[in-house]
């Protein structure tokens, strides 16, 4: 399947400290894309990466794209309480229509 | 930007009772709209996407349908719901197929 796989499932960390979160997925790809989700609520657009870069900034964010791995991380510095989310990869499948979403990385950040 | 109006927030449906989810958007035209399920803990499945009035496409066989009746609106449907249609439901639209998704607050349906 395409849909991308997110490590670990669950993280748990300190306030302050950085937070990784790694996406892998299966084949070619014109973006990824990564999404947060608080609990019961409707996902967030945080970042897109296209297949031409390697690394993207946003605020606290960093977004690194390997297309050679077919992977992608997720950097979230200094972490905040309000961190605390789930947060998912999205890839598209060039010649598909659509965003196939992985199952999550669940992240508790400890005040 | 995009907004994205879902309701209702929750809803408790009994097997085989019809169903009816509406979405609308607000702020953008001629967007694609599409309806996610999200099983508790899991990853999104994509149902339907349609990339213009009347326009749907059915991503996985089952018992519910969709329809786009307005430019911005989107509505999924059951005529009878299983136990296995439960899940959170999500409406989202883009600007254009495969960009960044606006994801409404989605619906918490529970079949009993």
């Known amino acids: 399947s395409q849909q991308g796989e997110e490590d670990p499932q669950a993280l748990s960390i300190q306030e302050g400290e950085n937070a990784t979160m790694n996406c892998s997925y299966k084949t070619s790809i014109n973006n990824l894309q990564w999404y947060r989700q608080n609990s019961g609520r409707g996902l967030v657009h945080l970042i897109l990466i296209r297949s031409n870069e390697r690394e993207k900034h946003s605020g606290r964010l960093r977004v690194t794209l390997d297309t050679s791995k077919k992977s992608s991380s997720l950097l979230i510095t200094a972490s905040r309480a309000a961190d605390t989310a789930s947060y998912f990869c999205a890839t598209d499948k060039t010649g598909a229509n659509n965003l196939f979403f992985g199952t999550g990385t669940r992240l508790t950040v400890i005040p | ?112």
């Open chain 2, 1 to 112: 930007s995009q907004t994205i109006h879902q309701w209702p927030a929750t809803l408790v449906q009994p097997v085989g009772s019809p169903l009816s989810l509406e979405c609308t958007v607000e702020g953008t035209s001629n967007p694609n709209l599409y309806w996610y399920r999200q099983a508790a803990g899991r990853g999104l499945q994509l149902l339907f996407y349609s990339v213009g009035i009347g326009q749907i496409s059915s991503e996985v066989p089952q018992n519910l349908s969709a329809s786009r009746p307005q430019d911005r609106q989107f509505i999924l449907s059951s005529k009878k719901l299983l136990l296995s249609d439960s899940g959170f439901y999500l409406c989202a639209c883009s600007a254009a197929q495969r960009e960044k998704l606006f994801f409404g607050s989605g619906t918490q349906l529970s079949v009993l």
